[in-house]
């Protein structure tokens, strides 16, 4: 995530592309897309079988935060925020650590 967001900083014409492409609806339709959502769903995937992220999180959510983040910061001064963003992005998508003894989420 960290190194689409520093090529989005880096093409700074593409976040203004990237809006007029979900604006118009060709971003949904595209294979790129599809393309991520896929890689997006099978790191997921694998995450969930090892117990480290949550196997509940939908791929094309994922993909539209990821995006969503980029198009709101798309200067390099906005480059730390982003990174922040995506932190927090990540922390939402790990596995709830369970107690050993009662099986559940800790307070």
Do not use: H, N, W
């Not at 992220?53 to 709101?72: A, F, K, N, Q, W």
């Amino acid at each position: 995530m960290d190194r689409f967001a520093d090529y989005i900083v880096t093409k700074r014409g593409m976040a203004d592309t990237l809006r007029a492409l979900v604006a118009d609806g060709t971003i949904v339709r595209s294979e790129t897309r599809a393309g991520l959502t896929e890689a997006i769903a099978r790191m997921l995937a694998a995450g969930a079988r090892a117990g480290t992220l949550r196997g509940d999180v939908d791929p094309e959510d994922v993909l539209s935060m990821i995006v969503g983040v980029c198009l709101t910061t798309p200067v390099p001064e906005q480059r730390a925020q982003a990174g922040r963003m995506l932190d927090l992005l990540t922390d939402g998508l790990r596995a709830p650590v369970r107690s050993l003894s009662s099986g559940s989420r800790p307070g």
